[in-house]
């Protein structure tokens, strides 16, 4: 760019250069040694808690690396899919999610008519993770057996498969219930 275009792009615009007052220099000098003078309320307890809040910052900071470590120490070293390898333990989590999300659907659905069914479903997942708990203990003796780790993914399976069958029964008795149904003539 040539010196022409730069003055021409500044030379519509119009810019505040006044000078301040005379006196403003003075004025703020004053002003800022006036604050200065004036403790700030809570600075002396604020002085105080500082440091305090400093070291328990630290003390959670070091409890929380140490929970992690010690949690990732006790899973590699735990007889369950999650020790065996990273896919593994991607598995593992996938599925215990989404059986915890089944079953809160279940328990948010449950209703008088549908109790029994309920409680026959968690009657059955309770078998379901006795076994689990069996195989977890045939793992570690097997040492890391691939038809064992395939049935504790097929236990899983068979979990959700089993949440799954509720939820559709549970929607069913819900639809059986609607009053729209009762006005339908066969």
């Known amino acids: ?37 004036k403790p700030a309320p809570g600075g002396k307890l604020r002085m105080l808690w500082s440091p305090i809040a400093a070291v328990a910052a630290g003390l959670v900071l070091i409890i929380l690396i140490g929970g992690n470590l010690m949690g990732s120490y006790s899973l590699t070293n735990s007889a369950d899919l999650a020790g065996i ?34 409680n026959d479903a968690l009657a059955q ?20 057996d691939k038809r064992v780790i395939f049935a504790m993914v097929s236990n899983l399976q068979q979990r959700i498969d089993l949440l799954n069958n509720v939820l559709t029964h549970i929607e069913n008795i819900k639809e059986l219930k609607n009053p729209n149904n009762e006005n339908n003539i066969i």
Do not use: C
Not at 125 to 144: A, F, I, M, R, V
């Open 1 to 37: 760019m040539k010196y022409k275009d730069i003055d021409e792009l500044f030379e519509g615009l119009d810019f505040d250069v006044a000078e301040p007052a005379s006196g403003h220099e003075d004025r703020f000098l004053q002003r800022l040694k006036e604050k200065q003078k």
């Open 85 to 118: 390898s990273p896919e593994m333990k991607e598995t593992h989590q996938f599925y215990t999610s989404l059986i915890t999300t089944e079953l809160a659907k279940i328990e948010e659905a449950k209703t008088p008519e549908t109790e029994a069914l309920v």
């Open 125 to 144: 997942l309770e078998k379901l993770d006795n076994d689990y708990e069996k195989l977890k203990k045939d793992l570690k003796t097997s040492g890391q």
